[in-house]
């Protein structure tokens, strides 16, 4: 065990991947399961209060997670000196998925005025369909990047313009959204179904 603190207390780079992993397993593993139950809620296996509860619970340790992430990956990036095309893309996942969060923040306040799935119009439950897709792509994919830099190689040239990448994933968002809108109308609740 010591020799393992040793190790951690001589090498600031092993010190921030440590933080980054534990990181990514306090933040990436809440997320996990917040989505998993918001599933849960759109099969109508649980109740829009017990979904409340579980976010109530996770959204703190998702933003620890979050947070030590990106503060220890910027510790990460600036030893490894340089910043390639796929890990601008990851840094791309990385900022949507604070982004989302702050999306599902607002959509969280917005869910909380209805008392039931039934008062709630179409286009908000699409809306926590849309971020928790969000959610899933940003985290999946900055994991992925994560894991073939780790193991393939650390410089990655490629892809050639990965900002082409980044306003394909931009645009399948909005393009999901807007299409939403105009297909769902206003946000007229469900009042035809009974409690």
Known sequence: MSN?????????????????????????????????FGFLWMRRTISKAVLTQVTRNTKKLIWLGYVGLVASGVGLLIMKGYVDNLTKIKLFFVLMVGVNGIFLHLIDKRFAQFATDYQMPPSLKWRVIVAMMISQVGWWGAVLIGFIHHEWQSYI????????YMVYVVATFI????????ILGKEKPDVTRSL
């Not at 040239?157 to 082409?164: C, E, G």
Request: proline share 8%; glycine share 4%; no cysteine.
């Open 157 to 164: 040239p490629w892809p050639d313009n990965p900002w082409l």
């Open 175 to 182: 393009f999901l959204t807007l299409a939403t809108k105009i």
């Open 4 to 36: 393992v603190v040793d190790l951690i207390l001589m090498s600031p780079f092993t010190l921030f991947l440590f933080i980054h992993i534990i990181s990514l397993v306090v933040g990436f593993g809440t997320v996990l399961v917040t989505d998993f």
